[in-house]
């Protein structure tokens, strides 16, 4: 292949005509003449007891079709990409976990009066200690988010002998670093349009998905229906970065579609899709590394904390696979972590590009930084003397057989930076 045949050269984008054009049909764009307008009442606390739901004034409103709770649907099943733990409609009795929860799901001839209803049903609440800390959460005695235990999910990692790595350690080093909640911020909110057959029960949904067959899948479940009364149309997608494998207008639309027979939308404001959709996860990441006077590394031990929010989406996977990148494309013999992800009454956080990586990358090439300081050698030097190569094992155990260029991409990336800026890396510095 010729060497940077893509970077810096344009590249054709087989859907950019219709996009540049108007012709790109998004959900928000799907009409149906005789279509109704979906809004969704949110929880009015993060984390609170709902002890009664009116609808009285909202269901008077002139073009209200219809306002559906969870008494409506009492056979609901909780939804979510690996746990299912995410309620569809919370009802009397039930418990908010963040501001995203829906309370009720108002159906009317326009999104004007629609969002006006929204603002006349009053919930009643009895609130909870909120919990935005995961190390509160992580507490003895905290207030259980979940019932369960507001500790999701504990991973582990281990390779070597870690206390024999930093016994041969000559330098040691130990941080900690802290990331922070982060949205995808897809320039297509959350929407999609449903309509209802009645004759053959299937539901017909055109609205953006990551993972369509497990999106299908969810929603059958959470609705107890069978696969194939579920049909998913994916329009353009409109940016998703990870957010959109997350449900999010699609159980909402099938029961306003279910109970009107009619065809509905639904489309969220931009404040509504920062508050009910999931963000990058931010990770709590604790750092201490070894090495020789040489700069060789023999030792890595992590502690993350990963603050999953309400509900689980990506969060067991997530901060799982950041542990495992923990030392980066270095070799370290010794290797020992330990991950915990954390319920927590802040929006849940879910995928992001990097999956949990991005975050670790922060942790690990600030720790080469500053121990290269500390050795008083280049950084380039450090990362090329401990850079895998083929052969090299990952802290997890895979031994890497090929496509391992990571030496080559450091040695190409310094060669561009003094090329392009005429100065070399120390003055760069």
Do not use: C, H
């Given at each position: 292949m010729k060497p940077n045949k893509y970077i810096g050269e344009n590249v054709f984008k087989v859907d950019a005509k219709d996009k540049v054009v108007g012709n790109a049909i998004y959900p928000d764009d799907i009409y149906f003449e005789d279509m109704l307008y979906v809004k969704i009442k949110r929880a009015p606390h993060p984390h609170a007891y709902i002890q009664k739901i009116?609808?009285?004034?909202?269901?008077?409103?002139?073009?209200?079709?219809?306002?559906?709770?969870?008494?409506?649907?009492?056979?609901?099943?909780?939804?979510?990409?690996?746990?299912?733990?995410?309620?569809?409609?919370v009802g009397i009795g039930e418990k908010t976990r963040f501001m995203g929860d829906a309370i009720a799901i108002v159906v009317a001839k326009s999104k004007e009066v629609a969002t006006q209803a929204i603002n006349l049903i009053n919930v009643e609440i009895k609130e909870l200690e909120v919990i935005t800390d995961p190390f509160r959460a992580m507490q003895e005695g905290a207030p259980k988010i979940h019932e369960k235990g507001n500790i999701l999910v504990t991973h582990y990692l281990d390779k070597g002998d870690i206390k024999k790595g930093f016994e041969e350690s000559e330098v040691i080093i130990e941080r900690e670093y802290k990331t922070q909640h982060v949205d995808q911020l897809p320039l297509q909110v959350e929407s999609g349009v449903a309509t209802y057959d009645e004759k053959t029960g299937v539901i017909t949904i055109w609205a953006a998905t990551q993972w369509l067959h497990d999106t299908q899948a969810d929603i059958a479940q959470a609705l107890n229906l069978p696969k194939e009364k579920i049909r998913i149309i994916q329009p353009i997608i409109g940016g998703a970065f990870g957010r959109k494998e997350d449900i999010s207008v699609h159980i909402h639309l099938a029961l306003a579609a279910i109970s009107t027979k009619h065809p509905v939308k639904l489309t969220y404001t931009r404040e509504e899709s920062m508050i009910a959709q999931s963000k990058r996860h931010p990770l709590y990441i604790k750092a201490k590394t070894g090495a020789t006077k040489n700069g060789i590394l023999k030792a890595w031990q992590v502690e993350v904390v990963g603050d999953t929010g309400a509900y689980a989406s990506s969060g067991p996977a997530v901060v799982h696979k950041g542990m495992y990148h923990c030392t980066g494309p270095y070799n370290v013999p010794n290797v020992k972590g330990v991950s915990y992800a954390v319920y927590t009454n802040n929006t849940y956080a879910g995928a992001m590009?990097?999956?949990?990586?991005?975050?670790?990358?922060?942790?690990?090439?600030?720790?080469?930084?500053?121990?290269?300081?500390?050795?008083?050698?280049?950084?380039?030097?450090?990362?090329?003397k401990n850079a895998y190569t083929v052969g090299s094992t990952t802290p997890n155990g895979q031994k890497l057989t090929q496509s391992v260029n990571v030496i080559k991409t450091i040695e190409e990336a310094v060669k561009l930076a003094i090329g392009k800026e005429g100065v070399n890396y120390e003055e760069k510095r």
């Open positions: 009116d609808t009285n004034k909202a269901e008077s409103l002139s073009g209200v079709v219809k306002i559906i709770t969870a008494k409506d649907f009492p056979n609901l099943k909780k939804f979510g990409l690996i746990i299912k733990d995410q309620p569809v409609l590009r990097g999956f949990g990586t991005t975050q670790m990358a922060f942790a690990y090439e600030s720790q080469m930084n500053i121990l290269a300081e500390k050795l008083k050698m280049s950084p380039i030097e450090l990362r090329l």
